[in-house]
């Protein structure tokens, strides 16, 4: 009997250590499930309006998941998943959007469905499911543009009769984040008719067509992706002087910060951006960020292009584009453009290597309501397939190099004063060309929401000197609403014949915001002078989404 029982105790305690074992090794599985699922990760990269970390559904992060930016332990910013990869997330900013940098630690906050008590009905149940439900799919796409009609019309009053009409309609779509992701769709395009008394030139005859298509383009763009694209008629801020081209672009994004892309397909022409399969354009950049938008931020792009009509060369370049921005205190813009010249380029230009474009602008604010400004643009003309036949006397004249300093002050509260002086000078001329703006307003007039503004402006340059002083009153009202009344006038004077030349001209416009985001727009000016007398008259009706 001693025995038996010695033998069930022995098997009890086997059977003890068997389901301890098997308590411990549970919760050890929960609490590094928890372990995994709360992981602390890092910001990978902000854009302008998401911000990436580098963690997904391996660590299972989820769509809506909460997100903690955690600095000294304590959450000082709040985002929200709204696109989870498998190794990385998109987020929205949910709150403390300055206090957000690359590399802040981020603390995952895992949707939790908290039990209800079994006396709570089915019906209740099946409420708050539903309710969260449609809370969860709430989607992150988003849809801004407009539509608009537009009619003008210059009713010519001299007996020389040149009346001119012109119908447009203009058009400008921008999807984000189609389908929850990355996905971008961009369309802007503008129809135009021209209809004149009669015809000016066989380049500029009595009734023409002038269509032009800005942007039609499809793309993905995740930082934190292994690969980018982008089809269509494109265009890149990363290599803005590249220009437009019809076809693809691919981006490998090596690290959050290095990128390098592929580009090809054909060049629209150059004039009114048309389809045209005779020119091909091709190319490669390297781009490296740092920093973040609204903080310290530096971007770098070295690209290589080259455009092509068939086997014939119309242009190689090497354009290289900096930008820097320290905040809210002052930004930085340089670019420039060296050209490669071979076969008939070089015979045209006898350089290899020409210095085609140079320009460079700054801004510095010296308080939260002044600041000053500087530009150099020494942006030259260069051949291309189109311009080889040029007289090159002619091509050349046109080369010139110039710099405008800027300065801007609002000062107690509702009084502005700017003014900007710029000089520029022509190869083939010694004499520098000036102009000059300058102008002063005062807002919240009478505290009527008027504004009271007055512009000077002139130029002088080899040929010519002018002047154009104008005066506006403007009417603000709720809901949108505007009205405003111009005068100005325009004298110039030839140098080399002491002509004396005035024209002046009164505006009216008035803006109106007309329910379910529709708008309409009007404008009529009479100008009478020396030169021409008729009306002006413009109106729009648009929709904005």
């Given at each position: 009997?001693?025995?038996?029982?010695?033998?069930?105790?022995?098997?009890?305690?086997?059977?003890?250590?068997?389901?301890?074992?098997?308590?411990?090794?549970?919760?050890?599985?929960?609490?590094?499930?928890?372990?995994?699922?709360?992981?602390?990760v890092k910001v990978k990269y902000i854009s302008a309006d998401k911000v990436y970390i580098d963690a997904g559904k391996a660590v299972g992060v989820n769509v809506n998941d909460i997100l903690d930016i955690i600095k000294n332990g304590?959450?000082?910013?709040?985002?929200?998943?709204?696109?989870?990869?498998?190794?990385?997330?998109?987020?929205?900013?949910?709150?403390g959007k300055s206090a957000i940098t690359v590399g802040a630690s981020v603390k995952i906050n895992p949707i939790k469905i908290t039990p209800k008590t079994e006396k709570e009905t089915n019906g209740r149940r099946t409420r708050q499911?539903?309710?969260?439900?449609?809370?969860?799919?709430?989607?992150?796409?988003?849809?801004?543009?407009?539509?608009?009609?537009?009619?003008?019309?210059?009713?010519?009053?001299?007996?020389?009769?040149?009346?001119?009409?012109?119908?447009?309609?203009?058009?400008?779509?921008?999807?984000?984040?189609?389908?929850?992701?990355?996905?971008?769709?961009?369309?802007?395009?503008?129809?135009?008719?021209?209809?004149?008394?009669?015809?000016?030139?066989?380049?500029?005859?009595?009734?023409?067509?002038?269509?032009?298509?800005?942007?039609?383009?499809?793309?993905?763009?995740?930082?934190?992706?292994?690969?980018?694209?982008?089809?269509?008629?494109?265009?890149?801020?990363?290599?803005?002087?590249?220009?437009?081209?019809?076809?693809?672009?691919?981006?490998?994004?090596?690290?959050?910060?290095?990128?390098?892309?592929?580009?090809?397909?054909?060049?629209?022409?150059?004039?009114?951006?048309?389809?045209?399969?005779?020119?091909?354009?091709?190319?490669?950049?390297?781009?490296?960020?740092?920093?973040?938008?609204?903080?310290?931020?530096?971007?770098?792009?070295?690209?290589?292009?080259?455009?092509?009509?068939?086997?014939?060369?119309?242009?190689?370049?090497?354009?290289?584009?900096?930008?820097?921005?320290?905040?809210?205190?002052?930004?930085?813009?340089?670019?420039?453009?060296?050209?490669?010249?071979?076969?008939?380029?070089?015979?045209?230009?006898?350089?290899?290597?020409?210095?085609?474009?140079?320009?460079?602008?700054?801004?510095?604010?010296?308080?939260?309501?002044?600041?000053?400004?500087?530009?150099?643009?020494?942006?030259?003309?260069?051949?291309?397939?189109?311009?080889?036949?040029?007289?090159?006397?002619?091509?050349?004249?046109?080369?010139?190099?110039?710099?405008?300093?800027?300065?801007?002050?609002?000062?107690?509260?509702?009084?502005?004063?700017?003014?900007?002086?710029?000089?520029?000078?022509?190869?083939?001329?010694?004499?520098?060309?000036?102009?000059?703006?300058?102008?002063?307003?005062i807002a919240n007039l009478f505290k009527q929401r008027m504004t009271l503004a007055t512009r000077f402006s002139g130029f002088s340059n080899f040929y010519t000197e002018g002047m154009s002083p104008s005066i506006s009153v403007s009417?603000?009202?709720?809901?949108?609403?505007?009205?405003?009344?111009?005068?100005?006038?325009?004298?110039?004077?030839?140098?080399?014949?002491?002509?004396?030349?005035?024209?002046?001209?009164?505006?009216?416009?008035?803006?109106?915001?007309?329910?379910?985001?529709?708008?309409?727009?009007?404008?009529?000016?009479?100008?009478?002078?020396?030169?021409?007398?008729?009306?002006?008259?413009?109106?729009?009706?648009?929709?904005?989404?």
């Amino acid at each position: 009997m001693r025995r038996i029982s010695h033998f069930f105790y022995k098997r009890k305690i086997k059977s003890g250590q068997r389901l301890l074992f098997a308590v411990l090794f549970s919760m050890v599985f929960v609490i590094s499930g928890y372990t995994q699922t709360t992981k602390s990760v890092k910001v990978k990269y902000i854009s302008a309006d998401k911000v990436y970390i580098d963690a997904g559904k391996a660590v299972g992060v989820n769509v809506n998941d909460i997100l903690d930016i955690i600095k000294n332990g304590k959450s000082i910013a709040r985002l929200r998943v709204v696109y989870v990869a498998e190794h990385s997330a998109s987020c929205e900013i949910v709150s403390g959007k300055s206090a957000i940098t690359v590399g802040a630690s981020v603390k995952i906050n895992p949707i939790k469905i908290t039990p209800k008590t079994e006396k709570e009905t089915n019906g209740r149940r099946t409420r708050q499911e539903l309710k969260k439900n449609k809370k969860s799919k709430k989607s992150s796409t988003r849809v801004s543009g407009y539509l608009g009609a537009q009619w003008y019309q210059f009713v010519d009053a001299q007996n020389v009769r040149n009346n001119f009409n012109q119908p447009t309609v203009r058009f400008k779509l921008k999807v984000k984040n189609m389908w929850d992701d990355a996905y971008n769709l961009k369309i802007k395009a503008r129809s135009r008719y021209n209809k004149r008394t009669r015809s000016i030139s066989s380049d500029v005859p009595a009734k023409e067509w002038r269509n032009r298509i800005y942007e039609v383009s499809f793309s993905y763009d995740n930082p934190s992706s292994f690969l980018n694209y982008k089809a269509g008629r494109i265009i890149s801020n990363k290599f803005s002087g590249v220009g437009y081209i019809d076809g693809l672009l691919l981006q490998h994004n090596v690290t959050n910060k290095f990128h390098w892309g592929l580009f090809g397909g054909t060049q629209p022409e150059w004039q009114y951006s048309g389809v045209q399969t005779g020119f091909q354009k091709y190319g490669l950049y390297l781009n490296y960020v740092r920093g973040d938008y609204g903080q310290q931020r530096f971007e770098s792009t070295l690209a290589l292009a080259g455009a092509y009509h068939g086997s014939t060369v119309s242009r190689e370049f090497l354009y290289f584009q900096n930008s820097y921005n320290s905040g809210r205190k002052w930004n930085f813009y340089q670019s420039l453009e060296l050209d490669i010249n071979r076969d008939w380029r070089k015979d045209a230009t006898g350089e290899t290597i020409s210095l085609t474009g140079v320009y460079i602008n700054g801004r510095y604010n010296i308080t939260n309501k002044m600041y000053v400004g500087l530009n150099y643009d020494n942006r030259k003309n260069y051949f291309t397939y189109e311009t080889r036949n040029l007289v090159e006397g002619l091509f050349n004249d046109a080369l010139r190099q110039g710099m405008r300093v800027s300065f801007n002050w609002r000062f107690l509260k509702n009084y502005r004063v700017f003014t900007n002086i710029g000089a520029r000078k022509r190869d083939s001329n010694r004499d520098l060309t000036y102009s000059y703006t300058g102008g002063f307003s005062i807002a919240n007039l009478f505290k009527q929401r008027m504004t009271l503004a007055t512009r000077f402006s002139g130029f002088s340059n080899f040929y010519t000197e002018g002047m154009s002083p104008s005066i506006s009153v403007s009417k603000y009202f709720r809901g949108g609403h505007s009205l405003r009344l111009n005068y100005g006038n325009y004298f110039y004077n030839l140098k080399t014949g002491g002509n004396e030349r005035l024209n002046q001209w009164a505006r009216l416009d008035g803006q109106i915001e007309l329910p379910f985001r529709f708008y309409l727009s009007n404008n009529y000016e009479y100008t009478w002078g020396d030169d021409s007398k008729g009306h002006r008259i413009f109106s729009e009706i648009g929709y904005r989404f």
